[in-house]
């Protein structure tokens, strides 16, 4: 737990560094486990995002609004269609995208694991893109899960002693494996499984920490 709460202290001070210095990135963001990403995040939601507005706020703030229809919730609560806000965006060819804050294209499946929208609304995927996992269909049509790090440590950390209690058997085997490689796709069912047992071992309670919030607009959770 305490070792959760620092990751998300180390976050957002990334957050706040890269906005004063105008040259965010991801080198500056905490690696955390996939037991880390669970435990800190607020939502974890399987959707598919429908649409893609960017805004510019009041003070100048870029901002990208995603639409999702979400297929399932597995922590929080989202409805049928989720509205998500996050910093950066682009204007013609201005483009203001932090590096390392994940950019969502229209059509595409995403498992998310969302930080609690700050006080105007913006939010981010936890560890930025670490919690963010697109959701591929192969030719065989089973269906597997990256972030934008291939997975890389994911798995890293983890209490499998616990965990591999909550597991199916044949899911045990084919997290091993993953395991002893560190890093590549996961198979989406395998990886929901692993979601479940996780939060199955997460003490319920309030959001540790929001990410912070730059937009300058009212007060609003939502678009």
């Given at each position: 737990m305490k070792k959760a709460r620092l990751n998300s202290v180390v976050l957002i001070l990334a957050v706040?560094?890269?906005?004063?210095t105008g040259q965010p990135s991801y080198a500056r963001v905490a690696a955390m486990n996939l037991a880390q990403i669970v435990e800190?995040?607020?939502?974890i939601m399987d959707g598919t995002c429908t649409e893609v507005e960017y805004q510019k706020t009041d003070n100048g703030t870029r901002v990208t609004v995603y639409t999702f229809r979400v297929h399932h919730v597995y922590k929080g609560n989202a409805g049928e269609i989720a509205f998500i806000k996050m910093f950066g965006?682009?204007?013609q060819s201005l483009v203001a995208q932090p590096s390392g804050i994940p950019v969502l294209r229209k059509g595409k499946r995403y498992?998310?694991?969302l930080y609690p929208p700050g006080d105007r609304g913006l939010t981010s995927p936890v560890g930025w893109m670490q919690g963010?996992?697109?959701?591929r269909t192969g030719p065989d049509r089973r269906m597997t899960v990256a972030n934008a790090l291939n997975n890389q440590n994911l798995l890293k950390g983890v209490r499998w002693k616990e965990v591999e209690e909550k597991l199916c058997p044949a899911n045990r085997l084919i997290l091993a494996r993953a395991r002893s490689q560190n890093e590549g796709p996961l198979e989406m069912e395998v990886f929901v499984d692993l979601i479940r047992a996780l939060l199955s071992l997460t003490p319920r309670k309030d959001p540790m920490m929001k990410p912070p919030d730059t937009s300058g607009e009212p007060s609003s959770r939502s678009r």
């Open positions: 706040c560094m890269a906005l004063a800190t995040a607020e939502t965006g682009r204007s498992v998310l694991f963010s996992f697109l959701v």
